[in-house]
């Protein structure tokens, strides 16, 4: 029964950790899909957006920031806040 709890209680805290990823600022994302797109040295792969999409989305999860679904969201985040300022 002691294990039952026990692994009932790591799921909500994992699940409560998993819900507190915060969004990132503007500049944050653009420094790190700038910093993804220089690391790629064929420019023409036909997945690059994808590539880019996962490097960017890797960086921002180790800082537990939210990520993005597609790389249209990703670059529309970035243009989007851009115009607001």
């Known amino acids: 029964m002691r294990k039952v709890a026990f ?3 790591l799921l909500t805290t994992s699940n409560l950790i998993a819900d ?3 969004t ?3 500049e944050l994302v653009t420094t ?3 910093y ?3 690391q790629q040295t064929v420019k023409t792969e036909s997945n690059i957006e994808n590539i880019i999409l996962e490097c960017v989305n890797n960086d ?3 800082s537990a ?3 993005f679904n597609t790389y249209v969201e ?3 985040f970035i243009y989007q806040e851009k115009e607001h300022k």
């Open 7 to 9: 692994l009932l209680t």
């Open 20 to 22: 507190e990823t915060s």
């Open 24 to 26: 990132p600022t503007v």
């Open 32 to 34: 790190i899909h700038e």
């Open 36 to 38: 993804c797109l220089e």
């Open 60 to 62: 921002l999860a180790i």
């Open 65 to 67: 920031y939210k990520t």
């Open 74 to 76: 990703l670059t529309s």
